[in-house]
């Protein structure tokens, strides 16, 4: 089973950036659906990103609201690894970030992804 792995995490500043990576531990095939989470304390986790295939069709890369225009989800299948970079980042977006994979589609539902990893933590403070 697919299992993955996320890194990147790290202290920033408001209006700071950082990339995040989702490293897998098999084959990402195109029909492998990778989608980032965030979790804060006390709060649901919460769908972030996803992004679909990434052969020769057009990826499909889907954002929440709340970080369309901030953050850029791609993903690299020669290396695994999936990234999202974050820009313009702001102390809401502290959390543990998870990425997890579902077969065919992207979705906002957390329990239709598997192959969780320990998650990142990202702390936007000054």
């Known amino acids: 089973q697919l299992q993955l792995v996320e890194s990147g995490g790290g202290l920033v500043q408001p209006g700071g950036s950082l990339r995040l990576s989702c490293a897998a531990s098999?084959?990402?095939?195109?029909?492998?659906?990778i989608g980032w989470f965030r979790q804060a304390p006390g709060k649901e986790r919460e769908w972030v990103s996803c992004?679909?295939?990434?052969?020769?069709?057009?990826?499909?890369?889907t954002y929440a609201d709340s970080v369309k225009g901030r953050f850029t989800i791609s993903r690299d299948n020669a290396k695994n690894t999936v990234y999202l970079q974050m820009n313009s980042l702001k102390p809401d977006d502290t959390a543990v970030y998870y990425c997890?994979?579902?077969?065919?589609?992207?979705?906002?539902?957390?329990?239709?992804?598997?192959?969780w990893g320990q998650g990142t933590q990202v702390t936007v403070s000054s």
């Open positions: 997890a994979a579902r077969l065919w589609l992207c979705g906002r539902d957390y329990r239709a992804y598997s192959g």
């Open positions: 098999a084959f990402l095939s195109d029909d492998h659906h």
């Open positions: 992004i679909g295939s990434g052969g020769s069709t057009t990826t499909t890369t």
